[in-house]
């Protein structure tokens, strides 16, 4: 429960300007791009909760998104490419038996931003751009 808490907290933490600030019909494709970069980030960790919890996330995307899901897949290939060359990151921690404990929360948001994914999200929110409400 206290995973759930701490992970609740943190994508409010970092998605609460964007969520306050438009209803979910105003949600772009770059939005559901970029969130769709980091469920896929955190489906692809060894843990089983932070595969579903991807997984989950992922659904949801798919679900409220517009357009051909296929270009989700450029999306999901550029994340296994930059994992490969990005490493978690860790922290310390009292609790820990061996005083340190990965953080993948930051860790799969600042893989969005990294040119291989950043690109990759750039060009299948523009291919899917045409299908989303226009303001």
């Known amino acids: 429960m206290r ?4 992970i609740s907290l943190l994508f409010t933490l970092i998605f609460s300007k964007n969520l306050l600030a438009s209803p979910i019909n105003s949600i772009t494709p770059l939005q559901d791009m970029t969130e769709y970069a980091m469920a ?3 489906y692809h960790q060894k843990s089983e909760y932070l595969q579903e919890e991807g997984n989950a996330w992922a659904s949801i995307i798919i679900n409220r998104m517009h357009g051909a899901i296929d270009v989700l897949t450029e999306i999901n290939q550029a994340v ?3 994992s490969e060359q990005q490493k978690p990151f ?3 921690s009292e609790t820990s038996p061996t005083h340190d404990r990965v953080v993948y929360i930051p860790y799969c948001y600042e893989m969005a931003s990294t040119p291989v994914v950043k690109s990759a999200i750039d060009q299948a929110a523009k291919a899917i751009s045409k299908d989303y409400p226009q303001p």
């Not at 995973?3 to 701490?6: D, R």
């Open 40 to 42: 896929s980030c955190l």
């Open 80 to 82: 296994l490419k930059a």
């Open 3 to 6: 995973h759930l808490i701490t």
């Open 90 to 92: 860790v922290v310390s």
